[in-house]
C-alpha cells in the first residue's frame, strides 16, 4: 500500500524558515517524480513544485520560485521542501502527492494527509 | 497562465444527477483529471484522462470533455458525495505545468 506521511509543519514568524518532510514507503520511490501542493484555510488545491525521480529536474510556482526548494533523499524514501523567507499568504495546509506510474506526471494519483504550516506574529 | 474555472457550488437532491463543469481555453486538446475533497481530508483522485476511473471509484463517477467545457457527473447521488471537487490539468504550454480549477461546493439536499 503506498504511504505518503508529511511532517515539519508548525507556526512560523514572517520571514522566518521551515523544512516539510514525506515518508515515503510501499512503492519504488525512486521511480517516480513527486509533488509539493498546498491549499490556504478555505481556499482550494495550488500547486506548489515538483521533482523528477532522481532529483536532477525541478520546477516551482511563481509565487515560491526563489524562496521555496524542492529536493529528495532516494536513499531514505523522503521528499523534502525547503521553505524560506515566509509570508502570511504561505499559511496552509501541505501535501506531497506521486504520479500514477513512473513515466506519468500528468496528475496526482497519491497523497498525503498534510502538515499546516501558520506564519503568523 | 492557464485558467480553469468552475461554479462555485451545486446543489442536488439524493439520487439525482450532479454535473460539475470545468470550463478553459480548449480544454478538450488536455487531458482533464477530477479530484474529490472532503472536509479535513486529503484530495482523492476520482477520475483521470477524462473519462477514467482509478479501482474503487464507482461508476456512478463519469467524466467527459470537450471544446471549452469539461465535465465531472455523478450519477445517483449520495449523501456522502458531498464534498468539494476540483479539475486539474497538466499545461505544457506553461513552465508551472499543472493547473488546478477554482473548486466546487457539492450539496446534497
Not at chain 1, 533523499?73 to 495546509?93: C, F, G, H, I
Not at chain 2, 458525495?81 to 505545468?97: G, M, P
Request: hydrophobic letters at 30%.
Amino acid at each position: 500500500e503506498v504511504q505518503l506521511v508529511e511532517s515539519g509543519g508548525g507556526l512560523v514568524q514572517p520571514g522566518g524558515s521551515l523544512r516539510l518532510s514525506c515518508a515515503a514507503s510501499g512503492f519504488t520511490f525512486s521511480s517516480y517524480w513527486m509533488h509539493w501542493v498546498r491549499q490556504a484555510p478555505g481556499k482550494g488545491l495550488v500547486w506548489v513544485s515538483r521533482i523528477n525521480s532522481d532529483g536532477s529536474s525541478t520546477s516551482y510556482a511563481d509565487s515560491v520560485k526563489g524562496r521555496f526548494t524542492i529536493s529528495r533523499d532516494n536513499a531514505k524514501n523522503t521528499l523534502y521542501l525547503q521553505m524560506n523567507s515566509l509570508r502570511a499568504e504561505d499559511t496552509a495546509v501541505y501535501y506531497c502527492a506521486r504520479d500514477p506510474r513512473p513515466g506519468v506526471a500528468e496528475y496526482f494519483q497519491h497523497w498525503g494527509q498534510g502538515t499546516l504550516v501558520t506564519v503568523s506574529s | 497562465s492557464y485558467v480553469l474555472t468552475q461554479p462555485p457550488s451545486v446543489s442536488v437532491a439524493p439520487g439525482q444527477t450532479a454535473r460539475i463543469t470545468c470550463g478553459g481555453n480548449n480544454i478538450g486538446s488536455k487531458s482533464v483529471h477530477w479530484y474529490q475533497q472532503k472536509p479535513g481530508q486529503a484530495p482523492v483522485l476520482v477520475v483521470y484522462d477524462d473519462s477514467d476511473r482509478p479501482s474503487g471509484i464507482p461508476e456512478r463517477f463519469s467524466g467527459s470533455n470537450s471544446g471549452n467545457t469539461a465535465t465531472l457527473t455523478i450519477s445517483r447521488v449520495e449523501a456522502g458525495d458531498e464534498a468539494d471537487y476540483y479539475c486539474q490539468v497538466w499545461d505544457s504550454s506553461s513552465d508551472h505545468h499543472y493547473v488546478f480549477g477554482t473548486g466546487t461546493k457539492v450539496t446534497v439536499l
